[in-house]
């Protein structure tokens, strides 16, 4: 009786002839999520068995591959010889703890065995009851647990009970680089997450306002940021001096377009370091009407000043299911500690609402945009997550 993790993929199934340049893409994150345990990876048609890993660190695996993107589900089994004793010796300690409604389900990819599917589940049934029998019921329709014996060619039987749902998606990298405008809210790491899950590569961009935002507050950042690393395969964050910016947008401009000027600058800067740095799309933390900046109005002016694509996975998502998404994945209790982040320096009483774009370039000719922008880039402290 060995014990291994079966990982199971979803949507590259999907994939045609291309389907193992995606197989092997996924391979090489796994790899690098467990870099550190003693472990061996290998093959099982459109799924891998992690195998010879430590007891003591079976738990942590199992943390790190529920992080890897493009693994839909794993599970803890255990691989026995495909020989009817074998299997019931195995069945019955996996039921010891059960208790309620229970089928045993078996796929018999090896047709030499020579009991039928049903018929092998129907006598290991029957075992478990002869021992369990007051704890367990049989429920065939909808059971509380399924114990799933997978028979395989090779002669081997994989056995488990449990199925961890898992991030699914595609493996980072299958769709290219992107660049999250991280700040210390719940929505950007959120729309981090979602990017991830369709396999695209993460590089972050933060706006720092020191002395107006301190130290703590971009430590918080970087905490977030190594939060979506994880879904990412890694991920270098790219912090941006933005007082400067801000504080002549304040001195220069009418107070009701400084979000929207920002949020110009910051569409600007952030495309200028991912064309330097291989992106190919921009990913913010947006969701309609949301804020005086999220109206369809701004969300124009600032797509105006970038040719590249913008991504917004949260843009038709309420509060509340960001929310759900920020705690699922871990991020939230970091994201709602009380340090502030640029967008809330020089923050206008009454921001513009439905921003006209004449009046936006007429106060944006105050500023020497392109001299501005050059400073802030000229000095921008890159952290590897």
Request: charged share 25%.
């Amino acid at each position: 009786m060995k014990k291994i993790i079966i990982v199971r993929v979803c949507e590259i199934f999907l994939k045609g002839k291309n389907r193992f340049y995606f197989v092997n893409l996924l391979e090489e994150h796994i790899k690098k999520a467990l870099t550190g345990f003693k472990f061996n990876l290998s093959k099982l048609q459109m799924r891998f068995l992690v195998e010879d890993f430590l007891e003591s660190d079976y738990q942590k695996i199992v943390e790190k591959l529920k992080k890897v993107c493009g693994i839909h589900t794993i599970s803890p089994a255990v691989v026995v010889d495909s020989d009817y004793q074998k299997i019931k010796e195995c069945v019955i300690p996996m039921c010891e703890n059960l208790f309620g409604t229970f089928k045993i389900e078996t796929n018999r990819a090896d047709k030499s065995f020579p009991i039928p599917s049903v018929e092998l589940s129907r006598m290991l049934g029957g075992d478990v009851l002869s021992v369990y029998g007051k704890n367990l019921t049989v429920d065939v329709k909808k059971p509380e647990h399924v114990v799933k014996i997978d028979m395989r060619e090779n002669g081997k039987s994989l056995i488990y009970t449990q199925v961890i749902k898992c991030v699914g998606g595609m493996p980072i990298g299958s769709s290219g680089h992107g660049f999250l405008m991280l700040s210390g809210g719940i929505d950007s790491p959120v729309a981090g997450y979602m990017i991830c899950k369709r396999g695209m590569k993460l590089s972050s961009v933060h706006f720092h306002s020191y002395p107006y935002t301190g130290e703590a507050a971009k430590e918080k950042v970087v905490t977030l940021g190594k939060m979506i690393s994880e879904y990412s395969a890694g991920m270098t964050l790219y912090v941006v001096k933005f007082t400067k910016i801000q504080e002549a947008i304040h001195e220069r401009c009418a107070e009701d377009l400084m979000i929207t000027m920002m949020r110009r600058f910051m569409m600007r800067i952030t495309e200028r370091l991912a064309l330097k740095h291989g992106g190919q799309a921009i990913i913010t933390g947006e969701s309609l009407g949301q804020v005086a900046s999220q109206t369809v109005e701004s969300i124009t002016s600032s797509n105006s000043v970038v040719s590249m694509p913008v991504f917004r996975p949260l843009i038709a998502f309420d509060k509340l299911e960001t929310i759900e998404i920020a705690e699922k994945i871990g991020t939230y209790e970091t994201s709602i500690l009380p340090y502030e982040d640029c967008c809330t320096v020089f923050l206008p009483k009454y921001p513009a609402i439905k921003p006209k774009m004449d009046r936006i370039l007429k106060e944006e000719a105050r500023l020497d945009v392109e001299s501005l922008i050059e400073e802030a880039l000229s000095d921008v402290e890159i952290i590897h997550l």
